[in-house]
């Protein structure tokens, strides 16, 4: 009696099959995470900033670039808070 393996497509594979005309719907949960694009900056600190944001880095245990986005996020929304008492 032969065994039959189930493999999982791999995404060339599926995009194949579409191309195909065949109904491809069976490899999708419609379960996903939407992902915002992400844009890379460079910035320039001193020394001493440096030393503060990598401290905080080590005693919240997470990395320099959550610390600077958070600090980054939380600044973006106070100011916003300002704008909406002052109008």
Same mark, same amino acid.
Request: aromatic share 2%.
């Given at each position: 009696?032969?065994?039959?393996?189930?493999? *999982?497509? *791999? &995404?060339?594979?599926?995009?194949?099959? &579409?191309?195909?005309?065949?109904?491809?719907?069976?490899? +999708?949960?419609?379960? +996903?995470?939407?992902?915002?694009?992400?844009? =890379?900056?460079? *910035?320039?600190?001193? !020394?001493?900033?440096? =030393?503060?944001?990598?401290? =905080? !880095? !080590?005693?919240?245990?997470?990395?320099?670039? &959550? *610390?600077?986005?958070?600090?980054? $996020?939380? !600044?973006?929304?106070?100011?916003?808070?300002?704008? $909406?008492?002052?109008?």
């Amino acid at each position: 009696m032969a065994k039959s393996s189930k493999t *999982v497509p *791999v &995404a060339e594979e599926i995009a194949e099959m &579409a191309s195909r005309g065949e109904d491809i719907s069976k490899h +999708f949960t419609n379960r +996903f995470t939407v992902v915002k694009p992400v844009h =890379r900056v460079n *910035v320039d600190l001193t !020394a001493g900033m440096l =030393r503060e944001l990598d401290a =905080r !880095a !080590a005693r919240l245990n997470i990395s320099r670039q &959550a *610390v600077i986005k958070t600090l980054l $996020r939380h !600044a973006l929304d106070d100011v916003e808070v300002l704008k $909406r008492r002052r109008s």
